[in-house]
């Protein structure tokens, strides 16, 4: 059997538990942290996230292949870049104004290219960020099942693109490749495809017929 | 085991019998009524959400609890939720003491964010900021509770010295939970703090909270505190027959989120979604006594909860429909829930 990468889950909040139960099932080894101690998350990942491991955040980096950032956006911000320098790193963060409030740096330019710039020592890939968390366990299929829906992963970095596009199909959703970190736009809210559950073909259409994959 | 039944409203503008809506006040009264009748009917508590919408005109549900509390003798009366966040613990003590007084301690609090976030900008508290906003009003709120003077010291209000907050209650804290959708870290909070746990299933399969629910328990163990209960708070309508249930509640229901949609980063329902939903895994309780009380039994089961609150109403259905859905919550519904799991 082909030996998956060692996946950081950074965030035990609302999405992170539901991408670590993902990755844990297709088989990836998974650590999990928080900015704390792993012992405040002890309880959490028994319960919540059984087969995880509770670690520091910089010795679960360290050790792994795939980063994922699963915390608020404004929290990264507070967050030394220096810790994730040289690491393949998955934002599956959002940027959303209305419910979150207003960050001044992310106003301008898609979440995910204000995150690469910030982490100019990471190649990072936008995925995983516009399926609900409530909703991402349940719609995961196995390849080939007839009701699979799809996922996008945009990036500047083939070779990352491609790592978090075998992530992405191993925990249950067809991957949609997007030409770049700013193509990656059209996942973010307020998109046609944030926030609903779609199949491939409704997917690329809808991907397609917004401007912003154009960019 | 001792099973409690509750309704809960946010005030949803109720429209006539012809679609228009009436007014804020004309609501309002209404559901003073509703809430009066709710205990005719034999449920154990009426729950008022924070709101301060066009749609949910209840940004002081604490007043319609007094109104309700003056008519009523044995429903228990709380909010559901009150947005702490960008209140004063303070006040919201004393007002919760003060319905406590009123009602002869039937009140209650729960404490969330709800999907409530208009009082935010409302108030002028910035959203970036609710993290801590609630962390630290939530510990000022478990202290408020215990009685006594206060000492207390944060970034988000005014220092207290030893100062003694009135009312005093009666017989020592009201219940107080705090409301989680999804967050377990939230879960952790209310357990260090000694609050109960109310979880809001509105969408997906109720069965996937079953570890939060252990999850509570444990930490409850961890942090050397007694046990506490839980509560599940589901969105829902009760009508004679499933058919009919449905009929009223889905033009409302695809209405109000695709209004709530582009803030809350909901999916638009469809009618595939709805039946997903409203069926035996889903998180909506929509349809006959039997039907919904088959669900709730269900779920209290599996999420080892001992409280079911359901959010009845949605702006645009009438009064007569909520009256109706009240009574057969009251008194079919909750009888048969009560038969099933005893």
Known sequence: MEELGRLAVLGAGHVGPVIARLAIAAGYPVAIATSGDPEDIALITELVIPGAHPRWASDAVADADIVVLAIPLHRFLDMDPALLAGKLVVDAMNYWPASDGVLAPFEDRGSSEVVAGRLSGSAVVKALNHIGYHELEDRARPAGAPDRRAAGVAGDDPVAVATVEGLVDRIGYDPVRLESLRAGRVLQPGSPVFGVVLALPEFEHAVRDDARSLL | ?342
Do not use: C
């Not at chain 2, 503008?13 to 209404?30: F, Q």
């Not at chain 2, 009082?119 to 510990?139: H, I, M, R």
């Not at chain 2, 746990?197 to 163990?221: C, K, T, V």
């Not at chain 2, 979604?273 to 599996?302: C, M, W």
């Open chain 2, 1 to 342: 085991m001792t099973y409690t039944f509750g309704l809960d409203t946010f005030g949803d503008r109720n429209s006539d019998a012809v679609g228009k809506p009436l007014s804020h006040a004309e609501t309002i009264r209404n559901v003073a009524e509703e809430g009066v009748f709710a205990e005719q009917a034999g449920v154990d508590f009426f729950g008022i959400g924070e709101h301060h919408t066009e749609y949910f005109p209840m940004p002081a549900g604490d007043v319609v609890l007094a109104a309700i509390a003056a008519r009523t003798g044995r429903i228990r009366l709380g909010s559901a939720v009150t947005v702490l966040s960008s209140d004063d613990p303070v006040r919201v003590f004393q007002r919760y003491s003060t319905l406590n007084a009123i009602s002869g301690g039937r009140a209650e609090v729960i404490l969330g964010r709800g999907s409530s976030i208009e009082s935010f900008p409302l108030f002028g508290y910035d959203l970036a900021d609710y993290e801590e906003l609630f962390e630290e009003k939530a510990t000022l709120f478990a202290e408020l509770l215990k009685g006594g003077p206060v000492t207390w010291e944060g970034k988000t209000r005014a220092p207290l010295l030893n100062q003694d907050v009135v009312p005093h209650t009666e017989s020592g804290p009201f219940p107080a939970w705090i409301g989680v959708g999804g967050n377990p870290q939230s879960v952790i909070r209310a357990a260090r703090l000694g609050f109960s746990l109310a979880l809001a299933i509105i969408g997906g399969p109720p069965a996937r909270f079953a570890a939060y629910s252990q999850l509570f328990r444990r930490a409850l163990e961890k942090f050397g505190r007694p046990p506490l209960p839980v509560l599940v708070h589901s969105p829902g309508h009760v009508a004679a027959t499933d058919e009919q249930a449905k009929a009223e509640f889905w033009p409302r229901w695809r209405e109000i989120i695709a209004l709530v949609a582009p803030e809350r980063g909901f999916a638009l329902p469809t009618e595939e979604s709805f039946d997903t939903e409203t069926g035996p895994h889903g998180a909506l309780y929509v349809g006959s006594p039997e039907t919904v009380a088959q669900k709730i039994a269900t779920n209290l089961r599996a999420l080892e909860a001992t409280r079911f609150d359901l959010k009845y109403g949605l702006p645009g259905l009438t009064h007569d429909q909520l009256m109706t859905n009240i009574e057969l919550y009251g008194r079919q519904v909750v009888p048969r829930v009560r038969e099933l799991l005893s």
